[in-house]
């Protein structure tokens, strides 16, 4: 069962960034948060993930709030190519499976 | 690198019909391994996932079956179809309790 909120949908301007929320407020100590994201009609694509310090890497940053309620996916330079569901996803470190809730929408406007 | 293959990518069966999906994966060794399904406009929904050969745990009660006969190998099975099975099936790979990689999927209708 998804154990995650995020908005159903976000607008963002192509070149700006697009900053995606996620509520995960009864995450447990153990648990990782994921991210994915879902273009139309492909399968998912591994984005980010992490326990309690921030992370970046080539496609995005997480943020993660100190009490790891919350965090925040954040797309530096958002393009038309970024247009997808983004799926935020937590995870125990000993877990085997992968929950999915219903993600976020992202459209980026030309 | 590790690589999935699924197939096919698209699938037109009659109802009552029997199903068989594969899924391999490359480059790896004892990976876990997941059906997911997708209905038209929703979110994704785990079917089954394995931690090893022979070793299958059912998410939900269904019309459908998995099974994995080798290591790297997972098939998704039906005896009959109903219209209620049509959707969009994913399988994915995971190295323990790593980010799973997923493949490009098989869009299956039941006609």
């Known amino acids: 069962d998804a154990k995650t909120t995020q908005p159903t949908s976000m607008d963002c301007a192509e070149g700006r960034a697009a900053n995606l929320p996620c509520n995960h407020s009864t995450i447990s100590g153990n648990e990782y948060v994921y991210w994915y994201r879902q273009i139309h009609s492909q399968g998912p694509q591994y984005i980010i993930h992490?326990?309690?310090n921030n992370e970046t890497n080539e496609m995005a940053s997480l943020i993660i709030t100190e009490d790891r309620k919350s965090s925040t996916l954040i797309l530096p330079h958002a393009t038309l190519r970024d247009t997808a569901v983004y799926y935020c996803?937590?995870?125990?470190?000993?877990?085997?499976?992968?929950?999915f809730g219903t993600g976020t929408s992202l459209t980026v406007i030309p | 690198s590790q690589t999935i293959h699924q197939w096919p990518a698209t699938l037109v069966q009659p109802v009552g019909s029997p199903l068989s999906l594969e899924c391999t994966v490359e480059g790896t060794s004892n990976p876990n391994l997941y059906w997911y399904r997708q209905a038209a406009g929703r979110g994704l929904q785990l079917l089954f996932y394995?931690?090893?050969?022979?070793?299958i745990s059912s998410e939900v009660p269904q019309n459908l079956s998995a099974s994995r006969p080798q290591d790297r190998q997972f098939i998704l099975s039906s005896k009959k179809l109903l219209l209620s099975d049509s959707g969009f099936y994913l399988c994915a790979w995971s190295q323990r309790s790593n980010e799973a990689f997923f493949g490009q999927g098989t869009r299956l209708t039941v006609v």
């Open positions: 394995s931690v090893g050969i022979g070793q």
């Open positions: 996803i937590v995870r125990p470190s000993t877990g085997n499976q992968f929950y």
């Open positions: 992490g326990l309690k």
